[in-house]
């Protein structure tokens, strides 16, 4: 019998929190983390989107060492914090018999760009001499894997996957086949993103993607709902330790879950659209629970990639009918974007550490500024509240530009 995939750690910093724990009470009070863009001044830089779900509080010098700290990207910052919690909780030792039996899969969407494009600026209004000759390694998008290797000496397989909003979940998902396959013994994975730059909110609201509800954004991201109109950007990063059931359970760490399956697949469809049926997503959702070993009637939640914008919404809804039938009005889904707002890459992570937590604590995040129901969304979207319920397998959906579509089942650990 294959031994299974454990979660035996997990950390994230992200617009709820800078911790597990700290994120994972907010996100069951219903708590928003959007609110006015303090990175920089958005109406001086003529810009139409003026809120996002920033972190909040985040001092890096707090968790690393200052001046690593400022030749690194505020991603790669994040995604070393959030590995260091990860570490940490599942009580891994890295040594040099087992360094290069050690994986590091840190993916992200777009990489450092903060750093690039500070240095664009300063390239054209001061020359390339004052270019900081740190900017390949800040703005590369695998810095984030990088700098946490060299961080933590771990010596194996060490990269990034780069598949736009399911980076994240793509990442995760590559590190499960390695560890099947005995490439490597335990990994750290998961993903960091950070956008919200005046390029990057520019650039995803000329796509018509995001909301623009400046002046009262209480009731925004709407994710499902009718009168939904657009994501709110997001940023952070969320990481999780994974091993083989075996080593974890020999060396007595605390298993919190079993990854237990993941699915990939390509509309082939449209650059930024998703298929209008949502078939890329109903084979990954299918691909997944095949992966575990799961039927249809197993799934207890799933957290949504839902996003808030009128195609993705109700595509996913489409999605999530074909590929569980009839059952598809009985399960629980949210989508917690309508509090972190979307993170791009690193979103898909995060969400898989909401569904080891709503497994262990028997409790479902809400889906809040729900208020209107649109007959083409029609499914049980958690509406404002979180909800207690028992669940032994949960989905988490992640869908991203270029029609790339990844699902992870998350087994309650027995």
Request: proline letters at 4%; a neutral charge.
């Amino acid at each position: 019998m294959q031994d299974r995939i454990v979660i035996t750690g997990m950390g994230t910093v992200n617009p709820l929190g800078l911790s597990v724990s700290e994120s994972w009470a907010n996100v069951i009070a219903g708590k928003s983390g959007v609110g006015p863009i303090t990175l920089f001044d958005s109406r001086a830089a003529k810009l139409h989107v003026h809120i996002a779900a920033e972190v909040k509080n985040f001092k890096p010098e707090n968790y690393m060492d200052a001046r690593e700290a400022r030749r690194r990207d505020r991603f790669e910052q994040f995604a070393v914090t959030a590995s260091k919690e990860a570490i940490e909780r599942s009580g891994l030792q890295v040594t040099e018999a087992n360094a290069g039996r050690i994986g590091v899969i840190i993916s992200s969407a777009i990489g450092g760009l903060h750093s690039l494009q500070e240095a664009i600026l300063t390239n054209y209004t001061e020359g390339p001499r004052k270019v900081s000759p740190f900017l390949i390694p800040m703005l590369m998008a695998n810095g984030g894997a990088g700098m946490t290797a060299i961080e933590f000496g771990i010596k194996g397989p060490c990269f990034s996957v780069a598949s736009a909003c399911a980076s994240g979940a793509y990442g995760i998902g590559t590190a499960l086949m390695m560890l099947r396959t005995g490439m490597i013994d335990a990994a750290v994975t998961g993903a960091a993103e950070t956008t919200i730059t005046t390029t990057g909110v520019a650039a995803f609201d000329r796509v018509g993607a995001m909301s623009r509800k400046n002046d009262d954004y209480s009731m925004t991201p709407q994710p499902f709902d009718k009168n939904r109109d657009g994501l709110v950007m997001g940023e952070g990063a969320a990481v999780i330790v994974l091993e083989r059931e075996s080593d974890a359970k020999k060396r007595g760490a605390n298993i919190l879950a079993e990854l237990a399956g993941y699915g990939a697949t390509a509309d082939a469809f449209h650059v930024t659209a998703p298929h209008e049926h949502g078939a890329g997503g109903a084979a990954a959702i299918r691909m997944a629970l095949e992966s575990a070993r799961a039927n249809v009637d197993e799934v207890g939640y799933i957290n949504a990639h839902g996003t808030g914008t009128a195609l993705n919404d109700q595509a996913e809804t489409r999605a999530i009918k074909t590929a569980l039938g009839d059952l598809a009005y009985k399960v629980p889904i949210s989508s917690t974007k309508s509090m972190t707002g979307h993170m791009m890459g690193a979103t898909g992570a995060l969400e898989v550490l909401f569904c080891v937590q709503a497994i262990r604590e028997g409790i479902l995040p809400p889906t809040i500024h729900y208020e209107t129901p649109d007959p083409e969304c029609d499914l049980d979207y958690i509406p404002n509240k979180a909800r207690e319920a028992k669940v032994s397998l949960a989905l988490s959906n992640a869908f991203g530009f270029g029609g790339h579509n990844a699902v992870l089942a998350i087994r309650k650990y027995t």
